[in-house]
Every structure is written in C-alpha cells, then in structure tokens.
C-alpha cells in the first residue's frame, strides 16, 4: 500500500519537536475582593503555564535551543549549570524571543520527587490530634472516573469531573452563557426528564407487582401520556426541593457546597449527594487538572527505608525546612508559622499551641542570629493537589528517633551554660598561660629569650615600684 505525500512544509512540523509543545495555559484567577491587593509579576506562578524547554550540552555551548534563532549565553548557561527555558513568545516586534527561565518549577518538581511521596485525595490536615489522614490514592478505579468512564456503574463509585461546570465558581456572565447553552437543548433535556418518568412508574409498578404476588414478567410496558408528562413537570416547578436533584442529574452538574444554617427552614433548591472523590471537592470546587496533577504515580507509601547500619525505619530520612514566616500577628490576626519544605510552603505543626515545648529556635519569633536563618528538620506525611491546582504538602516535625539513625539534630542557640565542643572534644592539650610573648619585634635584632623567673623578677619590680 502506498504511503501519502506530504510536501516538505508538513513534513518538517511534523518532526519539529517546537510544534509539538502544547498551548500555554490561563494564568491562575485571583479570587475578586474588594481590598486593595498587592501583586509580583515576577513571583513563581501556584503552577506552570509553559512547557519547560531543555537542550543537550553540545548545542547548548553554541546556544541552540531548537528555536528560530540561538538564546544568549549570558541568560542561559552562565547563570546556571542545569539552565531550563519557558518561551512566552518564539518572534515579537522587536525580533527577539521572549523568553525566562523555568527553573523554578523544574527545580521544585526534582525536589518533591526526592521526597518519594504519593499523591493523595485532598483531605484537612487536623493538627490538634495526633491521628494521621488516611491516605487514598487517586488512583483507584472507584474513585478515579469522569463522566464518560466506565467504572461509574459500579456501586459507590466516584468521579473527580462532570460533564457540567460547578455554578459556584461562574460569575454571572458565565452563568449566562451556559444559560443560553441549556435554553439550545431543551428539546433534548425534556426527552431525559420523559425517560426519567418512565423508569420511575416502571420502579414503582414493579414494586406494587412484587407486592401483590404477580408475574413480573407479565407486566406491560408504561405508558406516560403528554397530559401526564406536563402535569409532573408543573409538580416539579412548584416544589424546588424536588426540583433540585432532578436538575443536577439531567445537567451533571457536581454539588454545590452545604447550604447556610440561616436558609435551612426557607425553600430552596436541594442538591443531591456529592459524587465527586474527596469531600474537600464539595467545598472548593471540582480539580481542573487530574488530582494527582502527573507529579506521582505511587498508588502507596507502603515502602521501607532501609539503613545501611540499623536496618529498616518506620519513616524516611528527614528533611530540613526553612522557617519562612514565624508564629505571629500578621494583617491583625495571629498567623500561623510557615515553613518551606522542598520550594513547597507548608504549615508547622504545633501551629495552633499557645505554648510550644522544645520548639525549634526560630518558630516563635524572628530571630537574625542564626547561622544560615532558622532550619528545622521535618518528616513529610501527605501530599496533595487542590482544586485550583496547587500543591499542598502536611509534614510533622522529625521526633528524635527518626533523626538518631543519620546523626542529625536541630540547631540549638548557645547559653551561658553551654560546653563549647573544644570542651566536648578528646583533645586535652592546654596552651601555657605563663610564657611571655612579646607583642613587636624589631627588624634586625633578635631579643633575648626570658625565663619565667625573669618574668616573675620583672612582676615584683613593677608592683615594688610607686
């Protein structure tokens, strides 16, 4: 069979690993407030936009990127051993291209798969209690499922996306257009909703059927006349509460959140029960990417670290976290201490105590006296991505046991009553005291050398002396 031609044009995209970079995403939303809000445009982005674009050592030395024209060294290679690049834009006016640096989310995807974590189902972290969150992959077949999957037949199962927008988010210019989307295919939704009738009067025949004792193989097919049909739709608008789920189910529109406690006793729209995988998707919002965003693909933590010299441990080696944010009153509320763990902010443990016992130096209070700014080492528990695609990360602070196997400690502010290490140390030689060293030496002439009894005959001279 003859292969197609394609002229050369279409050949050379078809090879061109440029024209396969995918589109650049929408930059994240902030959420609308009516304060004022200071903004960076050159702060690290919650999550990539732009693919990142890397280039081997040897067109690297000659500036070659696979692009239209050769990037600069002194932008690329000089300031980095490893330099990754984002292009915004391959030709602009001035005949340059637009480009920066993508190290900063390369470098923190490297740091988090050195953490060996899985990706988790968004859960809250409760740090009052010592009780761990369960883990639940986002993997599973019960749970991991969109509108068009297969599994969702199964009994309990869940989806993390629907066919239909989750209307919380929508501003009104968005509800309206999709709005006029639903106003297009009422013919269609209105043949769901006859469906929809008729399974019910077959459910509720049958049951009667089951009752009485008949044949349910005798039972005649349903039949819903127009009269029928139109009087249950005006049933239906005239009770919102059994309207609501009736509306969900033909849309597919996932749960909105709990209604307020205050409209509790008014009428209004119910929605059934959540189908979406985690319940933090309920208050938030489905996730607009795959929960486990590609960062992981470990279904579980189920591994051992094992020691060269004592064996497996019950945890990984620790890691250490930089103190970004101490404890606190920020913006007029008491902040919360927040650490950096792998270019990931996270939370601190003890976050919520009054008083902290043995707290790491640092975590209460700013304080410029340490060496290299406040560190404490932490064990990573649960990773996690939320529905605006942002990395979350809950760690606790490395207990003494896990620390003991690799020798390593948190940093200790030295007191009046603290032992140098010279003292600590097997070295016992202490440097004689009475040997005198004179402070100058003239150039060309050597002194005599003095004894200590010409010290000690020079000391009572000078005390006999007025």
């Known amino acids: 069979m003859a292969t197609a031609r394609i002229s050369p044009t279409a050949n050379l995209l078809r090879k061109s690993r440029l024209f396969a970079l995918?589109?650049?995403?929408?930059?994240?939303?902030?959420?609308?407030?009516?304060r004022v809000v200071s903004e960076s445009d050159t702060a690290t982005l919650p999550h990539p936009i732009r693919a990142s674009i890397v280039t081997p050592a040897s067109?690297?030395?000659?500036?070659?990127?696979?692009?239209?024209?050769?990037?600069?060294?002194r932008s690329t290679s000089a300031k980095s051993s490893r330099p990754v690049v984002r292009v915004k834009a391959l030709d602009t006016f001035e005949h340059v291209t637009d480009f920066e640096s993508a190290a900063d989310?390369?470098?923190?995807?490297?740091?988090?798969?050195?953490?060996?974590?899985?990706?988790?189902?968004p859960a809250k972290v409760n740090y009052a209690t010592s009780i761990v969150p369960r883990h639940q992959s986002p993997f599973e077949s019960h749970v991991d499922?969109?509108?068009?999957?297969?599994?969702l037949g199964e009994t309990g199962a869940k989806q993390f996306r629907h066919s239909g927008p989750w209307l919380a988010?929508?501003?009104?210019?968005?509800?309206?257009?999709?709005?006029?989307?639903?106003?297009?295919?009422?013919?269609?939704?209105?043949?769901?909703?006859?469906?929809?009738?008729?399974?019910?009067?077959?459910?509720?025949?049958?049951?009667?059927?089951?009752d009485n004792g008949e044949d349910l193989e005798l039972l005649e097919p349903v039949q819903v006349t127009e009269e029928e049909?139109?009087?249950?739709?005006?049933?239906?608008?005239?009770?919102?509460?059994?309207?609501?789920?009736?509306?969900?189910?033909?849309?597919d529109l996932p749960s909105p959140p709990a209604v307020p406690s205050d409209r509790i006793g008014d009428k209004y729209y119910q929605s059934p029960g959540t189908k979406l995988s985690s319940a933090e998707y309920a208050v938030f919002g489905p996730p607009k990417t795959h929960p486990s965003a590609g960062l992981s693909y470990t279904r579980s933590h189920a591994l051992i670290y094992n020691h060269p010299k004592f064996g497996p441990q019950a945890c990984q080696r620790p890691v250490e976290a930089r103190i970004l944010r101490p404890k606190g009153r920020f913006k007029g509320k008491t902040s919360k201490a927040i650490a950096g763990v792998g270019g990931i902010a996270v939370e601190d443990l003890n976050a919520m105590a009054f008083v902290e016992q043995g707290a790491p130096p640092g975590v209460a209070y700013f304080d410029a006296s340490i060496p290299g700014g406040a560190?404490?080492?932490?064990?990573?528990?649960?990773?996690?991505?939320?529905?605006?695609?942002?990395?979350?990360?809950?760690?606790?602070?490395?207990?003494?046991?896990?620390?003991?196997?690799?020798?390593?400690?948190?940093?200790?502010?030295?007191?009046?009553?603290?032992?140098?290490?010279?003292?600590?140390?097997?070295?016992?030689?202490?440097?004689?005291?009475?040997?005198?060293?004179?402070?100058?030496?003239?150039?060309?002439?050597?002194?005599?050398?003095?004894?200590?009894?010409?010290?000690?005959?020079?000391?009572?001279k000078t005390l006999r002396s007025p």
């Open 229 to 251: 049909f139109q009087t249950y739709i005006k049933s239906l608008r005239t009770d919102p509460f059994s309207l609501g789920p009736v509306v969900f189910e033909l849309l």
């Open 375 to 460: 560190k404490y080492w932490a064990t990573p528990i649960r990773a996690s991505v939320d529905s605006q695609g942002r990395l979350s990360l809950a760690s606790y602070r490395a207990s003494a046991t896990t620390k003991a196997p690799y020798n390593i400690e948190d940093y200790k502010k030295p007191s009046q009553t603290t032992i140098s290490d010279v003292a600590r140390g097997d070295q016992r030689h202490v440097p004689r005291l009475d040997r005198h060293k004179p402070r100058w030496k003239p150039t060309g002439e050597s002194l005599p050398v003095q004894t200590t009894e010409d010290v000690a005959r020079n000391l009572m």
């Open 22 to 34: 995918p589109q650049a995403l929408k930059p994240p939303q902030d959420p609308p407030s009516s």
């Open 145 to 151: 499922n969109t509108d068009t999957s297969k599994g």
């Open 105 to 121: 989310h390369t470098v923190t995807l490297e740091k988090f798969q050195e953490l060996h974590m899985p990706l988790s189902l």
């Open 59 to 73: 067109s690297l030395a000659r500036g070659d990127w696979g692009l239209k024209r050769p990037l600069p060294a």
């Open 169 to 210: 988010r929508q501003t009104e210019v968005e509800f309206n257009t999709y709005l006029q989307k639903v106003r297009n295919k009422k013919p269609e939704l209105l043949q769901k909703l006859r469906q929809r009738l008729v399974e019910k009067r077959t459910a509720e025949r049958k049951k009667q059927a089951q």
